[in-house]
Every structure is written in structure tokens, then in C-alpha cells.
């Protein structure tokens, strides 16, 4: 396709090139006229001549192929894209959970958040499982901030003891 393009524009060129050459050696009066009607007319016919032979039914095929091509290649970037949405929702949560376990004095606090895509294609953290050594007490209040703050109920809470302080 884009050889046939290429050809029938070096085509235009090469026809304006010859017409401009015949054009500038022809002599004024009504010989230039005839020349000019007819350089005319070959550059109109070198601006239609794809459109004669035009094969409508390659032409189809080949944009039904690319916008197939087009649909693959968009559809993989947006995957992509969902999915780095999903991690960096999985990442900013569990940020946000280790900077409210320090300041419960949860200092070896571990937190891993897993997240998935909602009905309506937004991403949201859904599960999370944590690693300390902090009391019932302070684990409940952390559950309770994550609850309220990123919607993660506790029954959704991976509660594990670290026994290395």
C-alpha cells in the first residue's frame, strides 16, 4: 500500500518535472497555450490515474487487517495499563498502612495489599496481609484504620506474628 503511494507520487513529481521543462522551452503565443492545456491535463490524469485502477476489494481487506492490527496493539497497551493502575493502587496502600503502623509504633511492620478491578473498571485495595509483633490492641486499631481509611474489611486482614524482635 504504501509502495503504490509512493510510486504515484514520485509519478506526480516526474510529471510536473517534464510539464515545468516543456512549459519554460515552449515559445510564447498560441503554441504555449496548447502546451499549458495539455500539461494540464497530464498532471490531472497522473492525480486520478490511482483511481482508475483502483482495487476497491484490496483496499478493504487491507484496512480491515490494519484496524485489526490497530485493535490487538491498543488492546494490549490498555491491559498493560490496567494493570499497572491495579499495582500502583496495591502499591500506595500498602504505603499508606506501614505509615499508619509506625506511627501506632508498629516499627516492624510488614504489609502486603492486594487489589483487583471493580464492575466498573476502577481498581481497589480488597485484601492485605501484615506481619508484626504488635499486641491484639494495636493490630485492632490498625484493622480499624484500614477499614475505615481503605475500605479493607478484617476479615479480609492476613494477621501473621513476628516473633524476631
Same mark, same amino acid.
Given at each position: 500500500?504504501?509502495?503504490?503511494?509512493?510510486?504515484?507520487?514520485?509519478?506526480? +513529481?516526474?510529471?510536473? &518535472?517534464?510539464?515545468?521543462?516543456?512549459?519554460?522551452?515552449?515559445?510564447?503565443?498560441?503554441?504555449?497555450?496548447?502546451?499549458? @492545456?495539455?500539461?494540464?491535463?497530464?498532471?490531472?490524469?497522473? %492525480?486520478?490515474?490511482?483511481?482508475?485502477?483502483?482495487?476497491?476489494?484490496?483496499?478493504?481487506?487491507?484496512?480491515?487487517?490494519?484496524?485489526?492490527?490497530?485493535?490487538?496493539?491498543? /488492546? +494490549?497497551?490498555?491491559?498493560?495499563?490496567?494493570? %499497572?493502575?491495579? &499495582?500502583?493502587?496495591?502499591?500506595?496502600?500498602?504505603?499508606?498502612? @506501614?505509615?499508619?503502623?509506625?506511627?501506632?509504633?508498629?516499627?516492624? &511492620? @510488614?504489609?502486603?495489599?492486594? +487489589?483487583? $478491578?471493580?464492575?466498573?473498571?476502577?481498581?481497589?485495595?480488597?485484601?492485605?496481609?501484615?506481619?508484626?509483633?504488635?499486641? $491484639?490492641?494495636?493490630?485492632?486499631? %490498625?484493622?480499624?484504620?484500614?477499614? +475505615?481509611? @481503605?475500605?479493607?474489611?478484617? /476479615? /479480609?486482614?492476613?494477621?501473621?506474628?513476628?516473633?524476631?524482635?
Amino acid at each position: 500500500m504504501t509502495e503504490a503511494i509512493r510510486s504515484w507520487i514520485l509519478g506526480i +513529481a516526474g510529471a510536473a &518535472l517534464i510539464t515545468s521543462i516543456c512549459m519554460t522551452i515552449t515559445p510564447d503565443g498560441r503554441v504555449k497555450k496548447i502546451v499549458s @492545456l495539455v500539461c494540464g491535463l497530464v498532471i490531472i490524469l497522473m %492525480l486520478v490515474n490511482p483511481m482508475i485502477g483502483f482495487d476497491y476489494g484490496i483496499f478493504s481487506e487491507s484496512y480491515a487487517r490494519f484496524r485489526a492490527e490497530a485493535a490487538a496493539f491498543s /488492546e +494490549a497497551g490498555t491491559d498493560f495499563s490496567e494493570n %499497572l493502575t491495579g &499495582l500502583i493502587i496495591a502499591e500506595a496502600s500498602t504505603a499508606y498502612i @506501614l505509615d499508619k503502623g509506625t506511627k501506632l509504633g508498629m516499627h516492624d &511492620l @510488614l504489609a502486603e495489599v492486594s +487489589a483487583r $478491578q471493580g464492575g466498573a473498571g476502577y481498581w481497589y485495595p480488597y485484601a492485605a496481609r501484615l506481619t508484626t509483633a504488635a499486641n $491484639q490492641e494495636t493490630r485492632d486499631k %490498625l484493622g480499624d484504620i484500614i477499614y +475505615a481509611d @481503605l475500605g479493607i474489611p478484617p /476479615e /479480609e486482614l492476613i494477621w501473621r506474628m513476628n516473633y524476631e524482635r
